[in-house]
Structures are given as C-alpha cells and as structure tokens.
C-alpha cells in the first residue's frame, strides 16, 4: 500500500545511455512532480504535470522528457546521459498545486 | 524568482535541548511553507506546514512561525532527541498561479547528541 512508488531504486549506466524511471501514486492525487537532488542535497524541481499536463518545466536539458500516460503514473525518460546527471531523482505527488507533496523512495542514478 | 535561503546549514544539539531553524524568502506572494525532514538515505517527508493567513503553528514538539512583513519562517523543535537527526529543509511557495512550485531552501543538518 506505498503511496508514490518509483522504480528502480537504483541505477547504474554508462554515459551516452538512454534510460527511464517510473512513477505511481495510488492517492487519487491530480499533481505530480520530479525533482532532481544533487549530491549536496540541494532539491530542484523539474517538471509538473496536474492532471496529465505539463504545468511547470523548469531549465532543464531537453534529454529529459517527462511523460505522464494517466494522472496515476509520471515518468522520466533521459536520453543521452552525462556524469552530471548523476543523482537522486525523487517524484512526488500532491492532491492539488497547493497542498501537502508526498515523496517517492527516490531513484539513485549514477553516471560512468 | 523565488529565493529560499536557510541557516544554519549545520547544527548540533544535546538531547533535550531545542533547535531553532530559520528560513527567508524574497517572494512576496508566497503563500505556503512546507517543512521537511530527510533521514539518511530515506525521502523527504513534511513535518509541518504553515500557510500565509496563520502567523505559528505547533504539533507536539514541532512549531512554525511566520513573518509575512519580514519574510521569514522558522521551525523549532523543543526536547530534541536523537531520532530528530536528520537534514531538515523549508520550502516556500513560488507565489500565485506557481502551480505548486516549491523553492527549497539548501538544508540544515541537525545532529542530536545524546
């Protein structure tokens, strides 16, 4: 009964992949959200999607492409990958733009 | 756009002792400020929030006030025990029609010293 649920937990690629991570919410909530935390731990949004659209995209690199096939589920496509997208990439929903966000377990990416 | 700057970055207390953690934003119109605590390895999760129209909230050991005029918000945490070690951030709300955008301050360490 996980609330938001994100897979993998972890990964591991060489540069120049293409990989994804996947996200579910099974609250009935209509905003979903990806951030990215740097190994500071510093925590950056990157895109929004309320209701199935895309409502905030932030300055990131267009290798990244968010897709939300149902409001339930939210996921992360990078193409191409650099070091520097080495981090933890955590999804989170919420009910409405306003309200309590909810965190993912987070996935660990890691770059070679 | 919205500036969410937080300090201490570290803080170290005995246990039983309080902890005081301070957050401002440049936003005017920011209206929510969420607070979230990060175990090791584990996700954030909201500890407390508090919206514009409230000046202080408390849960337990937990409080938040709130200064829209100087556009500050701090969490306090009274009895500190080791299980609150943790990074704590705040987050302010990026202003009208930000569709819950949140701008997170950078996180303060807390480490609880038995």
């Known amino acids: 009964d996980t609330a938001v649920s994100q897979t993998p937990k972890y990964l591991v690629t060489q540069m120049g992949n293409d990989k994804s991570i996947k996200c579910e919410q099974n609250?009935?909530?209509?905003?979903m959200y990806w951030y990215k935390q740097d190994s500071k731990k510093f925590l950056k949004i990157m895109f929004s999607?309320?209701?199935?659209?895309?409502?905030i995209n932030e300055t990131v690199p267009n290798r990244f492409s968010p897709k939300s096939p149902d409001k339930a589920h939210l996921n992360l496509h990078i193409n191409s990958l650099e070091l520097g997208d080495s981090a933890v990439y955590f999804c989170?929903?919420?009910?409405?733009?306003?309200?309590?966000?909810?965190f993912g377990p987070g996935t660990r990416l890691t770059v070679l | 756009g919205e500036n969410v700057e937080q300090h201490p970055s570290t803080l170290s207390v005995q246990e039983g002792d309080s902890a005081v953690i301070k957050c401002t934003y440049s936003?005017?119109?920011?209206?929510?400020f969420p607070w979230y605590k990060q175990e090791l390895g584990k996700r954030p999760q909201l500890i407390i929030d508090?919206?514009?129209?409230?000046g202080e909230k408390k849960d337990q050991r937990i409080a938040v006030t709130l200064n829209k005029t100087a556009k500050h918000f701090s969490l306090h945490i009274t009895e500190t025990q080791p299980e609150d070690s943790a990074v704590y951030f705040c987050?302010?709300?990026?202003?009208?029609?930000?569709?819950?955008?949140?701008?997170f301050g950078a996180g303060t360490q807390v480490v609880v010293t038995p």
């Open positions: 989170a929903s919420s009910l409405s733009e306003i309200s309590t966000q909810y």
């Open positions: 609250l009935g909530h209509d905003t």
């Open positions: 999607y309320n209701n199935k659209e895309l409502i």
């Open positions: 936003d005017s119109a920011s209206n929510y």
């Open positions: 508090i919206r514009s129209n409230v």
């Open positions: 987050a302010a709300s990026m202003g009208t029609d930000s569709w819950g955008k949140l701008q």
